[in-house]
């Protein structure tokens, strides 16, 4: 159902190193709604503040595997899937371990280049699996 749009060479690259910058952009705006969960928990806006970073996130996620030749409803799917998977990390590296703050971070990054990586490195496989998901989902789309 998907293929990916051919991009070869440096437009390739670059798209990779900006998924993967998008990728730490996310992991640093979990480290500033996690500050405003702690310092505004009585504010109304701290809430719509957090969600406003993670659309953010997932644009910049969604965006880049975009620019790399994805789709743009299987960019979207990624990036979406990636976010999740991300939040959760943080935050899981953050409040659930007792390590502290720079050591999760790193470990939360560790984590998301595993996570993101594949999209960037083996694009036609994890179309592949995307459509297959979609198609299970979605019977009419075949």
């Known amino acids: 159902m998907w293929t990916p749009e051919p991009t070869q060479g440096l437009a390739r690259a670059a798209a990779g190193a900006a998924h993967v910058g998008a990728m730490a952009l996310f992991l640093w705006f979990q480290a500033i709604g996690q500050r405003l969960r702690r310092e505004e928990h009585r504010a109304w806006w701290a809430g719509s503040g957090r969600d406003l970073l993670n659309v953010a996130g997932l644009a910049a996620l969604s965006g880049s595997l975009r620019a790399g030749g994805y789709p ?52 036609g496989p994890v179309l592949a699996g995307l459509s297959a998901v979609a198609g299970g989902l979605f019977p009419g789309l075949r």
């Open 72 to 123: 743009g409803a299987a960019a979207l799917l990624a990036g979406g899937t990636e976010t999740l998977l991300l939040f959760g990390i943080y935050t899981f590296a953050t409040l659930r371990t007792a390590s502290t703050h720079p050591r999760a971070w790193a470990w939360a990054a560790a984590a998301g280049l595993l996570v993101c990586l594949p999209a960037v490195l083996w694009p």
